[in-house]
């Protein structure tokens, strides 16, 4: 197992930009892909984004391509989302794991809340 802590989350304007964190411990956190899932208010969780399993490309949901950017810094142990041009709809919690081909593969941590307002 991977353990994640989420964290960069707040409330923000609309247009606004925030970048959240994930700070995974465990020595295989460099075995995983890692992404980014978000679950709104009486929805399901969902894909935003995510590494391939080589880490040389990139996936990224159609609702946030070309706003959102994930990176990641393997010394620290990190991933990073990178969020610009944030809208009302991206008010969630975010979550990060380790996935294959957009399929999380472990537990759920507790998320960082981001709250965008119009």
């Known amino acids: 197992q991977v353990q994640r802590v989420e964290s960069g989350g707040g409330l923000v304007q609309a247009g606004g930009s925030l970048r959240l964190s994930c700070a995974a411990s465990?020595?295989?956190?460099?075995?995983?892909?890692m992404g980014w899932f978000r679950q709104a208010p009486g929805k399901e969780r969902e894909f935003v984004a995510a590494?391939?399993?080589?880490?040389?490309?990139?996936y990224y949901a159609d609702s946030v391509k070309g706003r959102f950017t994930i990176s990641r810094d393997n010394a620290k142990n990190t991933v990073y989302l990178q969020m610009n041009s944030l809208k009302p709809e991206d008010t969630a919690v975010y979550y990060c794991?380790?996935?294959?081909?957009?399929?999380?593969?472990?537990?759920w941590g507790q998320g960082t809340q981001v709250t965008v307002s119009s």
């Open positions: 590494f391939s399993w080589s880490g040389r490309s990139t």
């Open positions: 465990g020595r295989t956190f460099g075995n995983y892909a």
């Open positions: 794991n380790a996935v294959l081909d957009k399929t999380p593969l472990m537990d």
